[in-house]
């Protein structure tokens, strides 16, 4: 069964960082990429990032581009998020999915599995 877990979220000020990470485990292949999200209250869902499985291919979304960066440690199946230069407006629901075999495409617009979720709070 396919797990992914998220952690490193909190509390932090307006322009503090935050490095949040995507555990995965029960994958039968490695050829798997990962997406995070976010969704605060009352607002849709929001792509913010995704990674190839041999990261070769990253995406980021304009909203965060130049603050949010994506990585990956395939030796501990885990994929990373670093967000510097938090605002406000990142306050939401941060989780990690993916497409199961598939890339950043399919990732990002038809992930079929998911984290829980890390909340993230910035505060002024």
């Known amino acids: 069964e396919v797990q992914l877990v998220e952690s490193g979220g909190g509390l932090v000020q307006a322009g503090g960082s935050l490095r949040l990470s995507c555990a995965a485990s029960?994958?039968?292949?490695?050829?798997?990429?990962i997406g995070w999200f976010r969704q605060a209250p009352g607002k849709e869902r929001e792509g913010l990032a995704c990674?190839?499985?041999?990261?070769?291919?990253?995406y980021i979304a304009d909203s965060v581009k130049g603050r949010f960066t994506i990585s990956r440690d395939n030796a501990t199946h885990t994929v990373y998020l670093q967000m510097n230069s938090l605002e406000l407006e990142d306050t939401a629901v941060y989780y990690c999915?993916?497409?199961?075999?598939?890339?950043?495409?399919?990732?990002?617009?038809?992930?079929?599995?998911r984290g829980q979720g890390t909340q993230v709070t910035v505060s002024s």
């Open positions: 999915a993916t497409s199961l075999g598939f890339g950043c495409i399919a990732t990002m617009n038809y992930p079929s599995s």
């Open positions: 029960g994958f039968t292949t490695d050829d798997y990429a």
């Open positions: 990674i190839s499985s041999s990261s070769d291919n990253t």
